[in-house]
T-cell receptor, first 114, second 115 residues
Framework: AQTVTQSQPEMSVQEAETVTLSCTYD???????LFWYKQPPSRQMILVIR????KQQNATENRFSVNFQKAAKSFSLKISDSQLGDTAMYFC???????????WGAGTKLIIKP | DVKVTQSSRYLVKRTGEKVFLECVQD?????MFWYRQDPGLGLRLIYF???????EKGDIPEGYSVSREKKERFSLILESASTNQTSMYLC??????????????FGQGTRLTVV
């Protein structure tokens, strides 16, 4: 069975700092998709970034980038120049190529301090 | 602008009541999901549907049922609400294909309290 582990329940950093959130996963599938979602206090879950396993290049979206290590089954999220609006729960999720379901990590609460 | 809309942001119900949570999407997505979100547990799948009238149990279906009579609407039903069903409920939808279409879109969540 696939599993997703986020080992950091909570993190806090100063505004403008860089922060990295960890995610590891376990799967026997050869192709799959990985996601980072953000859930701010408004509760609206928003996709931050996605990565397809067969793409070797790490995905980047503005200040957000991932470090995808397929052999280590690691998918960390780096937030550069953090802003107060980045304060949120961040969830890592996995979807295999053979099913519709997303498998979720427990989440990391990120607090950006002014 | 894509949209998944849940009928209520907050609900308070009494133990034993039958509760309906409604979700509507306007993106013509085949897949629709109901999740339960509890602190420290992430999102747990209750049920999902990949087509009208089709449904599949997720990880925690006990005490819940679902209905999908139209493609755009997916309802979660608590047959007899209990206090341990107090939680945040999230609805999501996605296209059935893979590749670039694997993103799930979420509603704003319903915080249900059973007293």
């Amino acid at each position: 069975a696939q599993t997703v582990t986020q080992s950091q329940p909570e993190m806090s950093v100063q505004e403008a700092e860089t922060v990295t959130l960890s995610c590891t996963y376990d799967t026997s599938e050869s192709n799959y998709y990985l996601f980072w979602y953000k859930q701010p206090p408004s509760r609206q879950m928003i996709l931050v970034i996605r990565q397809e396993a067969y793409k070797q290049q790490n995905a980047t979206e503005n200040r957000f980038s991932v470090n995808f290590q397929k052999a280590a089954k690691s998918f960390s999220l780096k937030i550069s120049d953090s802003q107060l609006g980045d304060t949120a729960m961040y969830f890592c999720a996995f979807r295999g190529d053979s099913n519709y379901q997303l498998i979720w990590g427990a989440g990391t609460k990120l607090i950006i301090k002014p | 602008d894509v949209k998944v809309t849940q009928s209520s942001r907050y609900l308070v119900k009494r133990t034993g009541e039958k509760v309906f949570l409604e979700c509507v999407q306007d993106m013509d997505h085949e897949n629709m999901f109901w999740y339960r979100q509890d602190p420290g547990l992430g999102l747990r799948l209750i049920y999902f549907s990949y087509d009208v009238k089709m449904k599949e149990k997720g990880d925690i279906p006990e005490g819940y049922s679902v209905s999908r009579e139209k493609k755009e609407r997916f309802s979660l039903i608590l047959e007899s609400a209990s206090t341990n069903q107090t939680s945040m409920y999230l609805c999501a939808s996605s296209l059935i294909g893979g590749g670039e279409n694997t993103e799930a879109f979420f509603g704003q969540g319903t915080r249900l309290t059973v007293v």
